[in-house]
């Protein structure tokens, strides 16, 4: 199983990035995607999540409005549109691929994070 993101980099505030993490060694299609994040000094946090045929997402209030996730379950990869970007959005993001089956146990697999800096 591997996710690998990338995309990250540094942005002035007000920029955009757009991250992609691309997902082998699992069924893609069946799993739920999330990009969560973690600043220095601060727990993890969840960004955005996306369901597995995509027809549902959801944001973190902080986020809401100027970051959109998606999915292309044909090409395995998810994605992070990030805009007007802000210096507290500085942070290393992953992404998670997660998926409960009947007997509720829990797949849950992280990719190794891409550093994000918002700075001028």
């Known amino acids: 199983v591997q996710l690998v993101e990338s995309g990250g980099g540094l942005v002035q505030p007000g920029g955009s990035l757009r991250l992609s993490c691309a997902a082998s060694?699992?069924?893609?299609?069946?799993?739920?995607m999330s990009w969560h994040r973690q600043a220095p000094g601060k727990e993890r946090e969840l960004v955005a999540s996306?369901?597995?045929?995509?027809?549902?997402?959801d944001y973190a209030d902080s986020v809401k409005g100027r970051f959109a996730i998606s999915r292309d379950n044909g090409k395995r990869a998810v994605y992070l549109q990030m805009n007007s970007l802000k210096p507290e959005d500085t942070a290393v993001y992953y992404c998670?691929?997660?998926?409960?089956?009947?007997?509720?146990?829990?797949?849950?697999?992280w990719g190794q994070g891409t550093q994000v800096t918002v700075s001028s």
């Open positions: 060694g699992f069924t893609f299609s069946g799993y739920a």
């Open positions: 996306i369901t597995s045929a995509g027809g549902s997402t």
């Open positions: 998670n691929a997660l998926r409960r089956d009947y007997f509720g146990r829990k797949f849950d697999y």
